[in-house]
């Protein structure tokens, strides 16, 4: 059989996806609308819904009794005495008690806003001391320079002559030195530092010279491949069991594969 006879009779692949879907087994279809309903004339709607409570909801829903031993408000403000409680006489003791409590001994009442003053006070005549405490204080008058004035700063000098031609101690003249430097102070250092001819022509001995060389980074010259070898004695050697013992970890470290 030919290739295009083979295509033919098989179905494309846009064929196939084009197919519709087949519906299953007891598939009922959905209404087409929600306010349409098949037993809408079949259901009574004349009587309301009866509804049934359990025996653990009426018990529920049972207000709860008062106490037996509850006492209501009384039904009125006014309470109405016995006319033995009327009758009655007050012992020493409740009349005692019935007295309202008495302010302290030390106690003042409040000072008034306005102040009152006796007319004693109003005639009384100060002594000679207070009237003395009573007059202002009088300063003196500043001494100022009749040729200051104008201009202060040609005040003629108060000085004595005695006090001008007088001559200093050697107390005196030594505390009036200045202070020194100390011996051992050195000035700052100069920023050119001048370097001296013999320095100049000085040479670099060899250890100095080797010493001055950078290290290289090339091939390692002082690389021995020795240094890293194992001998063939501690290639053979066999761990003391102490050494086994110290080596081996913890057995509370160590944890069991499940």
């Known amino acids: 059989m030919a290739a295009a006879e083979v295509t033919e009779t098989l179905p494309s692949r846009i064929a196939l996806l084009s197919t519709p879907k087949a519906e299953v087994t007891g598939y009922h279809e959905d209404r087409r609308s929600i306010y349409w309903d098949n037993h809408l004339s079949k259901k009574d709607y004349s009587t309301t819904t009866k509804i049934v409570t359990t025996q653990r909801l009426d018990e529920l829903s049972t207000p709860r009794k008062l106490h037996s031993d509850y006492v209501g408000d009384r039904p009125s403000p006014k309470w109405e005495v016995s006319e033995a409680a009327a009758l009655a ?17 030390s106690y003042q009442p409040c000072k008034p806003v306005v102040t009152m003053i006796p007319e004693n006070a109003m005639m009384a005549r100060p002594s000679e001391r207070i009237k003395q405490l009573a007059e202002p204080k009088n300063y003196p008058e500043l001494q100022i320079k009749l040729d200051s004035e104008w201009d202060w700063s040609e005040w003629k000098n108060d000085l004595t002559a005695a006090a001008m031609n007088a001559k200093a101690t050697e107390r005196v003249e030594y505390l009036a030195r200045s202070k020194t430097t100390p011996s051992t102070y050195q000035p700052a250092k100069e920023v050119q530092w001048p370097v001296s001819d013999s320095t100049k022509s000085v040479q670099a001995s060899e250890r100095l010279q080797k010493l001055a060389r950078p290290k290289s980074t090339g091939a390692w010259e002082d690389y021995d491949p020795s240094t890293y070898s194992v001998s063939v004695g501690a290639k053979h050697a066999h761990a003391s069991p102490r050494i086994n013992e110290l080596a081996s970890p913890l057995p509370r470290k160590c944890s069991t594969k499940k």
């Open 89 to 105: 006489k007050l012992s020493p003791r409740v009349k005692e008690l019935a007295e309202p409590k008495k302010p302290h001994p």
